[in-house]
């Protein structure tokens, strides 16, 4: 998907849950990583997060945006990769406060990611993830989201009732799991992304509203 389309879709999702929330979970991502070089990117070994990092890299250098720019964390990198592939475990062992973490898991995480994950969770680290609804995953994460949970009715996918471990009310999730639920987690990448590179997502929730407000009552546009 490229960019036009891409912000086409994110223009027709304005007012949905999925465009809302990825939105906001972009902005807490911008907003909590503080130190230079922060960001971490970080997945299963069989499918690393290469398309968010390119994305969120290409996103956050249009916009100016050069002291968070996105670092693919790698189980095993090759021998002669070049500089930005070749960033391996070391890098989660460095990481502390300041720092965030995101995990992107389409699948259930083995047990080998948790641990990782977790791990740097006790450095301090910001989680923030987006995968299946995962319990493990979401315990360990400060911010989760949750692609299949918020793709609206009229996108393709058509919902039904999946039972949770709790008394709370069943959530509507799409059917046809296959292709179309990786066709939903594809999208909300593509929406994080250009979120993350928001003029105002480094700033705090109540000011991007005040804002926002005080725009509608003088008319000026947002």
């Known amino acids: 998907m490229d960019l036009t389309r891409a912000s086409l879709l994110r223009e027709m999702l304005t007012g949905t849950e999925l465009g809302s929330q990825t939105t906001e979970f972009a902005h807490s991502l911008r907003r909590f990583t503080t130190r230079t070089g ?5 997945g299963p070994a069989d499918d690393e997060p290469w398309h968010l990092t390119a994305h969120l890299d290409d996103e956050l250098h249009r916009a100016g945006v050069e002291h968070i720019r996105p670092a693919l964390v790698r189980w095993s990198p090759p021998p002669g990769a070049p500089p930005h592939l ?6 989660l062992r460095d990481a502390g406060r300041g720092e965030s973490l995101l995990v992107v898991a389409e699948e259930d995480p083995a047990d080998t990611l948790l641990e990782r994950i977790s791990d740097v969770r006790r450095r301090g680290t910001t989680i923030f993830s987006i995968g299946n609804g995962d319990q493990e995953l979401s315990s360990l994460s400060h911010e989760s989201l949750v ?7 009229g996108f393709g996918w058509t919902t039904r009732r999946i039972e949770l471990d709790h008394d709370e009310p069943q959530a509507a999730v799409p059917t046809d799991l296959e292709p179309r639920t990786s066709e939903g987690f594809e999208m909300a990448q593509h929406l994080v992304s250009l979120a993350a590179a928001d003029e105002d997502a480094g700033q705090p929730a109540w000011r991007r509203r005040l ?7 003088s008319g000026e546009p947002g």
């Open 147 to 153: 692609p299949e949970l918020l793709v609206p009715d």
């Open 38 to 42: 922060g960001l971490m990117l970080f």
């Open 86 to 91: 070749s960033i391996g475990l070391d890098r």
């Open 211 to 217: 804002r926002a407000a005080i725009e509608r009552l």
